[in-house]
């Protein structure tokens, strides 16, 4: 095991570390209040950090209400993800402009300065390592998000509750974090114990001067953590893969048909979808030309038309294509599931539509299929 030359040590407030990272000149991202709802935005100092909220979640509820008092991190997962930064929505790929002779062709350059991601959650770094296999996966890279992801100090969150949405610890992604990270702060009564997990996160926390934490603050919080775990009520079924694969034409394809409005909103919120859509623009005079990277949904009929139509039509077989490629034929393609269990398509879905109770009831009846 790593030994890494700095003990754990408690903080006070994590002003403290936001305050030396922006010193030491990080751009910080952290969990910001935005229109009732955590986001992850650029932190100008500690004080932008929510405090004393916490969240009410089920499905297709959300909501912000007063929490424990004092508490920094309180909340779960919001609707965004750090995908929002490392994969952003809409992205310049290359610009063209004629000469008299051809065109100039200029690769976007990548402008990501040293960033510091602050309350990133353990199903969050799960689902950081399920992009870095589609996006940097020593095969294919996209530069662009190996720049990124190269150059982000990752400050991890341990979960100290869970919410009623979700199911990390029967994906075995959470609630604790034990990689993936260069920081793990863990919130309790008196204070945040603060562990490094990389020689720069200890380098980081040795600057900080801060008070060696005892070892009872450790044991304490691997009991936050368990106790966050004990609280799930929501698992998805082990056999999830090969019961969906054998399942193709059961009925529950047309019942969920009947409630899904085929918006979307589940693949824009999880932070392992990644589908694009690729767009050509021109300006008018036809001598400038760019190429855009934009997200794009398997909700959508577009997503798959090619020559003439589209190939999945329906509802029905654009939601089992979503949740078979999440949680069966992705395990095929990447060697993991493609869901961590964070429950963002539970909370965010207009009608509540609930991908465990869906595997669970197709799961219940496999031989009416
Ligand atoms: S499928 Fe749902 S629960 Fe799984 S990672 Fe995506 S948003 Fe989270
Ligand atoms: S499952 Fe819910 S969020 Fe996803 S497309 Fe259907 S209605 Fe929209």
């Not at 490094?196 to 934490?213: F, V």
Request: proline residues 5%; glycine residues 8%; contains cysteine.
């Amino acid at each position: 095991m790593t030994q890494y030359p700095v003990s754990a040590i408690m903080l006070r407030d994590p002003s403290l570390l936001v305050g030396a990272l922006i010193a030491e000149g990080w751009r910080v991202i952290g969990p910001k209040l935005d229109q009732n709802a955590i986001v992850y935005d650029q932190l100008i100092n500690g004080d932008d950090l929510p405090r004393g909220l916490t969240d009410e979640q089920e499905a297709g509820h959300y909501r912000m209400v007063p929490g424990r008092d004092g508490r920094w991190f309180d909340y779960v997962v919001g609707p965004q993800s750090w995908k929002k930064w490392l994969f952003p929505a809409r992205q310049k790929l290359w610009s063209a402009t004629r000469r008299d002779d051809g065109f100039d062709i200029e690769a976007q350059a990548t402008d990501w300065p040293k960033t510091a991601f602050i309350g990133v959650r353990a199903c969050e770094i799960a689902a950081m390592a399920v992009q870095d296999r589609v996006f940097d996966n020593g095969s294919f890279a996209d530069s662009a998000y190996a720049v990124r992801r190269r150059d982000t100090l990752i400050v991890a969150v341990q979960c100290a509750r869970s919410g009623a949405t979700c199911f990390c610890a029967s994906m075995e992604t959470g609630p604790r974090a034990s990689a993936g990270f260069d920081i793990a702060l863990t919130e309790l009564d008196d204070g945040l114990f603060a562990d490094s997990g990389s020689d720069r996160g200890a380098a980081i926390l040795a600057r900080l001067n801060a008070h060696p934490a005892q070892p009872r603050q450790r044991q304490e919080a691997q009991e936050v953590s368990a106790r966050a775990a004990a609280m799930q009520v929501r698992r998805m079924p082990a056999n999830a893969p090969e019961v969906l694969r054998a399942q193709p034409d059961h009925p529950q394809w047309d019942e969920v048909a009947n409630r899904c409005l085929s918006c979307g909103n589940c693949t824009l919120a999880c932070p392992t979808c990644f589908c694009t859509d690729v767009e050509d623009v021109t300006d008018l005079s036809g001598n400038h030309a760019e190429r855009w990277r934009s997200w794009d949904s398997c909700f959508s009929v577009d997503f798959t038309y090619v020559h003439g139509g589209s190939v999945r039509r329906s509802v029905k077989s654009r939601y089992r294509q979503w949740m078979t490629h999440k949680l069966s034929s992705w395990v095929d393609q990447f060697g993991t599931s493609g869901c961590v269990g964070c429950g963002r398509c539970i909370t965010w879905c207009p009608v509540g539509i609930d991908i465990t109770k869906e595997v669970a009831a197709i799961a219940a009846s496999g031989s009416e299929g």
